[in-house]
T-cell receptor, first 118, second 118 residues
Framework: AQKITQTQPGMFVQEKEAVTLDCTYD???????LFWYKQPSSGEMIFLIY??????QNATEGRYSLNFQKARKSANLVISASQLGDSAMYFC???????????????FGTGTRLLVSP | GAVVSQHPSRVICKSGTSVKIECRSL??????MFWYRQFPKQSLMLMAT?????????EQGVEKDKFLINHASLTLSTLTVTSAHPEDSSFYIC??????????????FGPGTRLTVT
């Protein structure tokens, strides 16, 4: 079964508008972490934001915020005030494993390609 | 932030030859390194996890004898694709984790290596 699901293969947004990229996850672990990465055409993976399963508040990092709804198992990324440089692939990922294992395996979703237009 | 380099960034090799890809943590000690593979327009798939000084742990379906991983020091891991074939052509990305402290969640990604086997 797919552990990370990103249902939007592509999204379009106009510059300066906000956009939400969807991510749902599936795990039976009580302790897990959720990540969002940006991958521009150059291929590098750029860390954007992290949400721990026990974090009570939604994570925010500048223009990025994570809408964490634990009961629905969703961790949507919200990008406010989109910029042309935001055009890229965006991957949602989940770290699985109990906290005492020290093992940080990441499982990635299939990604969403975001295009920001002027 | 922590920097991870990969060398080479691009490599073209003939079918049947072996190719070595290096992953280095430049300004921190990486107790754990991860190797991912990404086909065009697809997600990252974890191939293996390596801890310094011990054998790599391979994901199901990844051939250990074909993808040799050596994590000889706290700053260097190598992936050798042995007897490469065109179907091995892909984008290979490494990431490094700075500590076994489970509260440290971040993996630092290298810029990737594009392998083309002719």
């Amino acid at each position: 079964a797919q552990k990370i699901t990103q249902t939007q293969p592509g999204m379009f947004v106009q510059e300066k508008e906000a956009v939400t990229l969807d991510c749902t996850y599936d795990t039976s672990d009580q302790s897990y972490g959720l990540f969002w990465y940006k991958q521009p055409s150059s291929g590098e993976m750029i860390f954007l934001i992290y949400q721990g399963s026990y974090d009570e508040q939604n994570a925010t990092e500048g223009r990025y915020s994570l809408n964490f709804q634990k009961a629905r198992k969703s961790a949507n990324l919200v990008i406010s005030a989109s910029q042309l440089g935001d055009s890229a692939m965006y991957f949602c990922a989940m770290r699985e494993g109990e906290m005492n294992t020290g093992f940080q395996k990441l499982v990635f979703g299939t990604g969403t390609r975001l295009l920001v237009s002027p | 932030g922590a920097v991870v380099s990969q060398h080479p960034s691009r490599v073209i090799c003939k079918s049947g030859t072996s190719v070595k890809i290096e992953c280095r943590s430049l300004d921190f000690q990486a107790t754990t390194m991860f190797w991912y593979r990404q086909f065009p327009k697809q997600s990252l798939m974890l191939m293996a996890t390596s801890n310094e000084g011990s054998k790599a742990t391979y994901e199901q379906g990844v051939e250990k004898d074909k993808f040799l991983i050596n994590h000889a020091s706290l700053t260097l891991s190598t992936l050798t694709v042995t007897s490469a074939h065109p179907e091995d052509s892909s984008f290979y990305i490494c990431s490094a984790s700075a500590t076994r402290d489970v509260s440290s969640y971040e993996q630092y990604f290298g810029p990737g290596t594009r392998l083309t086997v002719t």
